[in-house]
């Protein structure tokens, strides 16, 4: 595709359920970051991929996130016994290039009842 | 600790009247300073890269500029389509962290 691509646009759960939220890059890009935006706040650092290997996952909240990558493409970021204070839009970016440039998708809104 | 802080966090600023945004680090081995433009509902949208102090990018009524410990993002006569939240974000390694905003509203 053109640009990154996030799925589901939006997605309602109850406390204490899994979810996962699905990240499909730009064609070619090696670098894949997920960040957290909670209301009035910036982004928060999650996980950072290159290729399908996470040399930086400390930004993970808790033991409940997790993130794979497969192929070189397609990311998954599940969270496990989902919490209240989940509630967040969750973006994925990726980068084709070493300069940094991200280009974001539109984000996952999840909303933990 | 690596910080990024931004001022003001909010700006209201009549059509064509010109203000500066500033972004403030803390980042030992800095990699790059970035400016990212967020509408509502939306992802970041990248606007520059900057790398070294007294190093200067500009994009319509926008110019970016850095020191050695802080970034100006340079609004000149701004019209409503330029209200959205800016970002900045610094990158320390693989890692790129990320200020919390100024949003900006262009009153027509």
Known sequence: GAGVSQSPSNKV???????????DPISGHTALYWYRQSLGQGLEFLIYFQG???????????DRFSAERTGGSVSTLTIQ???QEDSAVYLCASSGSNTGELFFGEGSRLTVL | ??????????????EG???????????????????????????PEFLFTLYSAGEEKEKERLKAT?????SFLHITAPKPEDSATYLCA???????????GTRLHILP
């Open chain 1, 81 to 83: 016994r989902t919490q």
């Open chain 2, 90 to 100: 610094v990158r320390k390694g693989d890692k790129i962290i990320f200020g919390k």
């Open chain 1, 13 to 23: 759960t109850e406390k204490g359920k899994d979810v996962e939220l699905r990240c």
């Open chain 2, 66 to 70: 850095l020191t050695k410990k802080e």
């Open chain 2, 17 to 43: 009247e010109s203000s500066s945004l500033n972004c403030s680090y803390t980042v030992s081995g800095l990699r790059g300073l970035f400016w990212y433009r967020q509408d509502p509902g939306k992802g």
């Open chain 1, 52 to 62: 399908n290997s996470a040399p930086d996952k400390s930004g993970l909240p808790s």
């Open chain 2, 1 to 14: 600790e690596d910080q990024v802080t931004q001022s003001p966090e909010a700006l209201r600023l009549q």
